[in-house]
């Protein structure tokens, strides 16, 4: 995911403010999939401004001591011409599923079966709570959405789901003492 897609794609629809970017990702729950920090957020604005994808649409003058004026921008001819191919290449790159328990699973033999199982038990539960808030989502929003963002979001939902299913089996592994034995020894 390109935060830089986003934010063009969001100027696309409208001239915001930083700010106004990240309330609309928060109000569309796209914070729950993409991982976004404020600072990322500013920064590739600033960048993107810089290479002229973007530019000031209007300057508000804030009151208050030492307050910066706020900026609005817009998306310029240049920056339309990259967010089509950006968006071309999102949709070209190679997905190889992540998740960071991944990793640790190679090694799982050397840790702490009961310390597992509450890691992986509190996972599920955050897995489970974002299911049922992708579900409200859709149930609340399908009707009125642009096709493509309801194909993400059942995207979101079906990928949480096989989460769902695997944490659960991890979860039953952890409870049985398997995750830390050594069923085999590793290849030397």
Known sequence: MSIRLIILGLLMENNRHPYEIRQTIKKRNWH???????????????????????????????????????????ITDKGKEAFTRMIYE????????????????????????????????????????????????????????PHGAK???????RFSETERDWLTEMLEDAQKGLLNSADRQPDH
């Open 151 to 157: 194909r993400m979001i059942e995207g979101i939902l």
């Open 90 to 145: 999102e949709f070209g790159k190679d997905f190889y599923p992540q998740h960071p328990m991944f990793a640790p699973l190679a090694f799982s033999r050397h840790a702490d079966n009961e310390a597992m199982e509450a890691l992986i038990a509190e996972r599920l539960d955050g897995c489970l709570e974002r299911i049922r808030n992708v579900q409200d989502v859709l149930e609340i929003k399908a009707g009125w959405l």
């Open 32 to 74: 729950l999939t993409f991982r976004i920090r404020d600072g990322s957020l500013y920064y590739a604005v600033d960048q993107m401004r810089g290479e002229g994808l973007i530019e000031v649409a209007e300057t508000i003058a804030v009151q208050g001591d030492n307050r910066p004026d706020k900026i609005v921008y817009r």
